[in-house]
């Protein structure tokens, strides 16, 4: 399994050292291996405060430790579990799940997710400046679940504030090549997005059927 993941052989130039902000192990493997196939070296950075519950938190954070382990990457995380951050934030957004205006934006995306990008992309650009990596990036970026667009324009801002770069790269088309090299390494592979309300939404008959009828109504 090692060679998929190593730098070219014989690289033009040196690879050049990236801060990757890893939402998980998972997700991290196609999003390595093509960093690698692009001349940089990956350093995992694990700042998700937006999972719950606490074993869940401490699941993934290990996970991405084992697959950084595996495939030879230095690994920075951030110990702080913010349950209560992550509700003080989400609080003024948040509102109650039958409640159709404030079920979800119009992009079919929820407003608490523009928080817990913000949140977890601007962490990353700091520690970028502040332990000097010129450019990060992020696993969020692989998931076909997350608002894309909206977390690139999240990511330029917060580049540009801290006087980092920002790269880009659309790693959806490496979806099923991610899933299969998770496997193939024996990962946990969680089942919902992250956060207390991601877990409902994920799991609940209940909100399902609004979301049809919420949606069916737009349409």
Excluded at 92 to 101: E, I, R, Y
Excluded at 129 to 153: D, G, P, R
């Amino acid at each position: 399994m090692e060679k998929n993941f190593s730098p070219s052989h014989f690289p033009a130039f040196p690879p050049k050292k990236i801060l990757l902000h890893m939402c998980c192990g998972p997700c991290s493997c196609y999003t390595v291996k093509k960093l690698r196939g692009e001349n940089f070296e990956p350093v995992g950075y694990f700042f998700n405060p937006n999972i719950h519950p606490y074993q869940e938190w401490r699941k993934r954070l290990r996970t991405a430790r084992e697959f950084s382990e595996k495939v030879g990457i230095k690994f920075f995380h951030d110990n702080h579990y913010g349950l209560r951050d992550f509700l003080e934030k989400t609080s003024s957004v948040v509102g109650k799940v039958f409640d159709s205006d404030t079920f979800q934006n119009s992009d079919g995306f929820h407003a608490r997710c523009k928080i817990c990008y913000a949140w977890r992309l601007s962490e990353t650009a700091k520690f970028a400046a502040e332990n000097n990596f010129e450019i990060f990036s992020s696993t969020l970026f692989y998931s076909i679940h997350q608002n894309h667009e909206l977390m690139k324009k999240i990511a330029e801002t917060f580049a540009k504030k801290f006087g980092v770069k920002f790269f880009y790269e659309d790693f959806r088309v490496g979806w099923q090549e991610g899933i299969d090299l998770s496997l193939q390494l024996e990962l946990y592979r969680q089942n919902y997005c992250g956060c207390i309300f991601s877990e409902e939404e994920r799991f609940s008959k209940e909100i399902k059927n609004l979301r049809r009828k919420n949606f069916s109504a737009r349409t």
